[in-house]
């Protein structure tokens, strides 16, 4: 893993959609594997901005996304296809068909999953994937104890998850108990992960996943197994890392390193 630490959200935000759009730059029919949430909400503006102002193109972009809740239609305020069109996908030019997202409301859950899996492979795998992490450690909706080889299917989402995600609901009660998602061994065959994490209520998921065993009970622990993962975090989330000084060190440091600060002339990735 790559450990970036930065000051603030805006930081945060600003680091990651540079590295979003590196991937777009170098390959402009890039896959994306796309986060809902609160914490990608900023990059988001930041792609939206560069769009505008820059000209970085999505029109040969082609976007999966991790998840969906099961049971709510797309034009639902809550589901993960409204939160994509007003944050990110009405503002962009990436062609509609280039979209996807899981389906809440399809007939053959088990069918469904198939074929999105099979869809990712059939456009050239995803490229970038990017990540938040839930507060304890979950990335996507796959629960502690999920499978660290798990495919995209129908996962019973925790108490906890419900708790953290309530605030997007008129009431708890209303949160559904179950969503469609990526798997952690899906997520793990993207070529590149961006995982983004602020906050410091993140701060215990964010060590057990840098530095803690590879386990179930942290899937988002699996990146450490991945070869080209970039952890973009902020000063507060990164409050429980016992080894942060050498991760400072290194990012400041290291020969070449695209991330080191106060260098406006080198570019990040």
């Not at 942060?244 to 290194?250: F, H, S």
């Amino acid at each position: 893993m790559r450990i970036v630490i930065t000051e603030n959200y805006d930081e945060m935000s600003r680091i990651g959609a540079r590295i979003v759009a590196r991937t777009i730059n170098e390959k402009p029919n890039a896959v994306l594997g796309l986060a809902t949430g609160g914490t990608p909400i900023g990059l988001y503006r930041e792609l939206v901005r560069m769009h505008r102002e820059e000209g970085l193109d999505f029109s040969r972009v082609t976007t999966f996304n991790l998840d969906e809740y099961v049971g709510l239609p797309k034009d639902s305020p809550a589901s993960y296809h409204w939160f994509m069109r007003e944050n990110l996908f009405q503002y962009l030019n990436i062609p509609e068909q280039n979209i996807y997202i899981p389906s809440g409301t399809t007939d053959n859950y088990e069918a469904f999953c198939t074929w999105y899996e099979a869809r990712i492979r059939e456009s050239g795998g995803i490229d970038l994937q990017l990540l938040g992490i839930g507060t304890d450690g979950h990335i996507a909706f796959n629960e502690p104890t999920s499978s660290l080889g798990s495919r995209t299917r129908i996962k019973t989402l925790a108490k906890q998850t419900i708790l953290d995600n309530a605030r997007y609901f008129e009431r708890p009660e209303d949160v559904p108990i179950y969503a469609i998602t990526m798997g952690v061994g899906t997520i793990l065959e993207a070529r590149k992960i961006l995982i983004l994490a602020n906050g410091r209520y993140k701060a215990p998921a964010v060590a057990a996943m840098i530095e803690g065993p590879v386990t179930s009970m942290c899937t988002a622990s699996a990146l450490q197994m991945h070869p080209e993962t970039v952890c973009v975090l902020d000063r507060e989330a990164t409050k429980d890392l016992q080894m942060l000084e050498y991760y400072e060190w290194v990012q400041e440091k290291s020969p070449g390193s695209p991330y080191r600060k106060r260098r406006e002339d080198t570019p990040l990735l």
